[in-house]
């Protein structure tokens, strides 16, 4: 019967044991994504944000490669999202001069910053800077202005 006490305490403090640990293991968050530098980035908007005649990905020339990056490098970590809240602004692709690609998915998260994940579950703030003042606004500003030139400049051509 003495042997029987003991076992039973032992399972009860293994059981807490292991909910311990899965509780640890679960509420921690996952390292934070290095993005590297950017050869190219293409970038799609998601309805409403997009025009509607042309819902296509614009191309960000390099001299305004500094100005979207910096809105879609991960800092802080903002939990896992699955469903359809907070909405999907944007679609990013960048390309790196060793060839690898990383999609950034882009998420409203308020004013400041955007919410971006390369996974597609695990999302972040991204990289929140002093002159940032709203980061998907102005992300959504600076694709919808180059698609604007890229439109008027084919018009003209």
Request: hydrophobic fraction near 40%.
């Given at each position: 019967m003495?042997?029987?006490?003991i ?30 530098p950017?050869?190219?980035?293409t ?5 409403p944000?997009t025009?509607?005649?042309t819902p ?19 800092e ?7 469903g359809d809240?907070?909405p ?9 001069p060793?060839?690898?690609q ?5 998420r ?9 994940s390369?996974d ?14 709203a ?6 500003r600076?694709?919808?202005e180059?698609?604007?030139q890229?439109q ?6």
């Amino acid at each position: 019967m003495k042997n029987a006490g003991i076992f039973i305490l032992g399972f009860v403090c293994g059981a807490a044991a292991l909910l311990l640990l899965l509780t640890v293991s679960a509420s921690r968050s996952p390292p934070t994504p290095n993005l590297k530098p950017p050869e190219s980035i293409t970038v799609l908007l998601f309805p409403p944000w997009t025009r509607t005649d042309t819902p296509e990905a614009v191309t960000v020339p390099a001299k305004r490669h500094g100005d979207v990056f910096r809105r879609l490098i991960p800092e802080t970590y903002y939990g896992e999202v699955t469903g359809d809240y907070p909405p999907i602004v944007a679609d990013a692709k960048i390309a790196h001069p060793d060839e690898t690609q990383t999609r950034v998915l882009v998420r409203e998260g308020g004013k400041n910053p955007a919410v971006v994940s390369v996974d597609g579950i695990h999302y972040f703030y991204a990289k929140n800077e002093p002159d940032v003042f709203a980061g998907v606004t102005e992300l959504i500003r600076i694709v919808r202005e180059l698609d604007y030139q890229k439109q008027n400049q084919t018009k003209t051509e």
